[in-house]
């Protein structure tokens, strides 16, 4: 069973950028397609982008692409997601996730192991 913890959130102006980590241990990381999700207050978590377990795909949500890059390290158990370009409405708890599978899919059901959780605020 793999445990994740998230890091590198915070409070960033819009039009900032942030890193968040997400650091696994436990299991093996690379049988683990990751994901990483948001949820606002009073919103539903919702799916932001993925990552394959060898790393060569990604995909995003429609509303982070082109600003937000998922990036995976299997020798460092470690995943990330630069988020550049922040807007007031990427304000959320951002989570990450491990998925058995081969592919990182936006279903939040496929994704039984998951961490505590890093704020991310973007003031206007």
């Known amino acids: 069973q793999v445990q994740l913890v998230e890091s590198g959130g915070g409070l960033v102006q819009a039009g900032g950028s942030l890193r968040l980590s997400c650091v696994a241990s436990g299991g093996s990381f690379s049988n683990y397609a990751m994901g990483w999700f948001r949820q606002a207050p009073g919103k539903e978590r919702e799916f932001v982008g993925g990552i394959s377990r060898s790393g060569g795909r990604t995909n995003y949500a429609d509303s982070v692409k082109g600003r937000f890059t998922i990036s995976r390290d299997n020798a460092k158990n470690t995943v990330s997601l630069q988020m550049n370009s922040l807007k007031p409405e990427d304000t959320a708890v951002y989570y990450c996730?491990?998925?058995?599978?081969?592919?990182?899919?936006?279903?939040?059901?496929?994704?039984?192991?998951w961490g505590q959780g890093t704020q991310v605020t973007v003031s206007s």
């Open positions: 996730a491990a998925a058995i599978l081969a592919w990182a899919t936006s279903r939040r059901n496929d994704y039984p192991y």
